[in-house]
């Protein structure tokens, strides 16, 4: 009887576990059907921004330049050419240089300036962090590295 009874009891648990495995996976599957229609949800009422001004120009030569505003205050613009950039006939690059500003949510217009060329991506811009000054005995040592030719 003491088997058969614990059988009963284990059984009992099993059951309940499976019940609450269940129920648990179901709150689960129901949470990301919510979420899944949260994200899923119009962002708004959010109407596209006009373009008011927009030139484009390709050259044969491969230099470009174009430029755009829009009526948010938005401003792009940029133009390029094609430029030997190393030793071989096929070591050709595009030189890129540009600028773009918005206005920020509390009203503040940023622009970014940049040159892309034989020498990587650089922007510059007011609001753009600066590193801190090398400090003197680096600018000693590249001095002497320059002096010597290494560098």
């Not at 269940?22 to 949260?38: G, Q």
Request: hydrophobic share 40%.
């Amino acid at each position: 009887m003491v088997t058969g009874g614990l059988e009963s009891v284990l059984l009992s648990c099993l059951q309940t576990r499976n019940k609450i495995t269940k129920l648990t996976r179901m709150k689960f599957i129901i949470v990301l059907a919510f979420l899944a229609v949260a994200l899923a949800a119009p962002q708004g009422d959010k109407k596209p921004i006009e373009i008011i001004s927009s030139n484009s120009e390709m050259n044969a030569d491969g230099s470009y330049s174009f430029n755009f505003e829009s009526a948010d205050g938005t401003k792009v613009s940029e133009s390029g050419n094609q430029k030997k950039v190393g030793p071989k006939p096929e070591d050709i690059g595009t030189v890129s240089k540009g600028s773009y500003s918005f206005t920020t949510p509390d009203g503040v217009v940023l622009t970014v300036n940049w040159v892309a060329d034989e020498n990587g991506f650089q922007a510059t811009g007011d609001h753009l962090p600066t590193p801190p000054p090398m400090p003197e005995h680096v600018v000693k040592m590249l001095a002497d590295l320059k002096a010597a030719g290494l560098l």
